[in-house]
């Protein structure tokens, strides 16, 4: 809690780049993209997601985007679960 509140008072710009860092180290919705079989009734595997999760990263590396690559990976999950016909 008590870094919570440090983490809030910091300058904006240390705080995107304290959060940009701490996705590298863990990032829960990025493990649960790749390990959790979203797109199965699509034929994609493990190796398929990490391919996007690669093109989404180069994606966002090259565009300037008002979301997050967490916010993009969220997205492409709901997507994924549309039933196909």
């Known amino acids: ?25 863990n990032n829960g919705v990025i493990d649960d993209f790749i390990n959790f079989p979203y797109g199965k ?3 994609l595997s493990p190796n398929d997601r990490k391919g996007i999760l690669k093109r989404l990263k180069a994606s966002l590396a090259s565009v300037d985007s008002a979301t997050s690559l967490e916010a993009q990976i969220t997205l492409f999950k709901q997507v994924l679960k549309i039933k196909k016909k």
């Open 41 to 43: 009734e699509y034929g």
């Open 1 to 25: 809690m008590i870094l919570k509140k440090i983490f809030y008072k910091l300058p904006f710009n240390f705080q995107s780049y304290v959060a940009r860092l701490s996705s590298y180290v």
